[in-house]
T-cell receptor, first 112, second 110 residues
Framework: EPEVTQTPSHQVTQMGQEVILRCVPI?????FYWYRQILGQKVEFLVS????????KSEIFDDQFSVERPDGSNFTLKIRSTKLEDSAMYFC??????????FGQGTRLTVV | DAKTTQPNSMESNEEEPVHLPCNHS???????IHWYRQLPSQGPEYVIH???SNVNNRMASLAIAEDRKSSTLILHRATLRDAAVYYC???????????FGSGTQLTVLP
């Protein structure tokens, strides 16, 4: 069964460093998303991406965040200068056109 | 997005049916009812969705009230693997973002 793949599973970075989280969505999907979940809290929407551009973003997704689909298969989330409060699980998701979204297993980002 | 209300937690015995309720009194006519679940240390997983009619799939059934102000996710025989947080989410049928609430933590007792 096709699945969304995220790497790495766990990343530790120092405050102020740049980090790139990587995702390989399901190959024929058209819509791509990043969500995050701070430990013990709700899953929060960050950004959606369609047709090579951002279609929606939340207030969390400020200028420190960017997304890219550089090669038609990978979908990346970059945080330019990490803060302690960026520590969370980051989930990538994709969907073709219908309702069902497929989520990856997540990347645990720890900022120290 | 319209708001949903779910119990914080529920318990069930293994191999018994589970009915997970969701209230959504402000649902709009175009809102679909989506259910996702999140197993421990995993990403959310799609369970089922519906608009007006009851729906069945291999994982669960979705019963939607006639006025659409509430719905119930039915797991016909709970297994230990069904222990998860279950989220009831309203949204359009198009590929928009999902707004997760706190969900219902389902505990399945052996």
């Amino acid at each position: 069964e096709p699945e969304v793949t995220q790497t790495p599973s766990h990343q530790v970075t120092q405050m102020g460093q740049e980090v790139i989280l990587r995702c390989v969505p399901i190959s024929n999907h058209l819509y791509f998303y990043w969500y995050r979940q701070i430990l013990g809290q709700k899953v929060e929407f960050l950004v959606s991406f369609y047709n090579n551009e951002i279609s929606e973003k939340s207030e969390i997704f400020d200028d420190q965040f960017s997304v890219e689909r550089p090669d038609g298969s990978n979908f990346t989330l970059k945080i330019r200068s990490t803060k302690l409060e960026d520590s969370a699980m980051y989930f990538c998701a994709s969907r073709i056109t219908g309702v069902e979204a497929f989520f990856g297993q997540g990347t645990r980002l720890t900022v120290v | 997005d319209a708001k949903t209300t779910q119990p914080n937690s529920m318990e069930s015995n293994e191999e018994e049916p589970v009915h997970l309720p969701c209230n959504h009194s402000t649902i709009s006519g175009t809102d679909y009812i989506h259910w996702y679940r999140q197993l421990p240390s995993q990403g959310p997983e799609y369970v089922i969705h519906g608009l007006t009619s009851n729906v069945n799939n291999r994982m669960a059934s979705l019963a939607i009230a006639e006025d659409r102000k509430s719905s119930t996710l039915i797991l016909h025989r709970a297994t230990l693997r069904d222990a998860a947080v279950y989220y009831c989410i309203l949204g359009s049928g198009s590929a928009r973002q999902l707004t997760f609430g706190s969900g219902t933590q389902l505990t399945v007792l052996p």
